[in-house]
């Protein structure tokens, strides 16, 4: 984990995160579980479910919200008692301006923040302070002429640099968007089940990113290699277990159903995966309904043109 600290700036509301704030501590903390041609590879399989590398261990807001507060406890050692406040996307913190500020990196035409040691592949979190604590200087961007997260995002979605429109974000679609995937997309998609990393991928600095040192945030229960119909097969209860302490739980059994479904559709059509989606065709929710029958015409379809 690398640390840098940095005064609170007006965007970041400091004042109303933690009356007397003087300084932020922003963190970042490594969490790349493979070599990236694995991810490459996982991509390439359209039978395979591709979920993005940041969800396939445990929870990260409570991993690194627990390295922090231990952060905070041997300062409290060394100097005292004093005042603090731990964030991990737990609070409108704009953490990407902050950490660009403190020196930790830049901010990409991702819209990723950036480490000219260690690419994009880590979490970020902070902690707020009273503390008068040695500043750090900002980063500057290095991004250059680069373009290639533009080139490579299946939507679109990098409209223009440091510019990204969420509407179209496959991580937004498949995780914080609640009701129908617009059809237009939905072919986009592939075999993203949760959330996207393409632009991550694709990004030079990245061939400087490490694999994480940390345990917990290793593949957990198979995911990073499972099939779309062997999730698609999953019924609550192996969902709610399955997924239990990772951020995937917070989806949700409906839209772990929708995005599988749509995945499904853009696989190359089979009567196992045909048989597949008509064991789900009169689901009681009519979000997963529209999907699975989305994705049953799609695969006739492509039956036919064959």
């Known amino acids: 984990m690398e640390y840098m600290a940095r005064h609170g700036t007006r965007r970041s509301r400091p004042a109303e995160l933690l009356p007397g704030t003087r300084t932020v501590i922003c963190a970042r903390m490594d969490y790349l579980p493979e070599p990236q041609g694995a991810l490459d590879e996982a991509l390439a399989d359209p039978d395979r479910a591709y979920v993005s590398r940041y969800a396939l261990g445990r929870d990260y807001h409570k991993v690194l919200r627990r390295r922090l507060q231990r952060l905070a406890d041997r300062i409290a050692e060394a100097v005292g008692p004093f005042g603090h406040r731990v964030y991990v996307d737990s609070a409108p913190v704009l953490e990407k301006p902050l950490a660009e500020a403190a ?137 709610r277990t399955r997924t239990e302490g990772s951020t995937i739980h917070r989806l949700g059994w409906t839209r772990w159903l929708r995005n599988l479904a749509v995945a499904l559709g853009n696989a190359p059509t089979s009567a196992a995966i045909l048989q597949g989606l008509s064991a789900r065709a009169d689901d009681p929710n009519p979000l997963v309904r529209e999907h699975v029958h989305w994705a049953m015409a799609r695969q006739r379809g492509m039956t036919a043109a064959g």
């Open 103 to 239: 020196g930790l990196g830049w901010i990409g035409k991702h819209t990723n923040l950036l480490n000219a040691r260690a690419g994009s592949w880590f979490f970020l979190g902070e902690i707020y302070t009273d503390l008068a604590l040695p500043l750090d200087r900002p980063a500057r961007n290095h991004c250059g002429h680069c373009c290639a997260c533009l080139d490579a995002c299946p939507t679109g979605a990098i409209v223009a640099p440091f510019q990204l429109d969420a509407r179209l974000c496959i991580a937004y679609l498949t995780i914080e968007h609640p009701g129908s995937i617009p059809k237009a997309l939905r072919p986009l998609i592939g075999n993203r089940i949760y959330g996207c990393d393409d632009c991550q991928l694709v990004c030079p600095w990245n061939r400087f990113a490490r694999l994480t040192m940390e345990p917990d945030f290793l593949p957990r229960q198979g995911l990073e290699a499972a099939t779309l119909l062997e999730l698609f097969a999953w019924d609550p209860p192996t969902f």
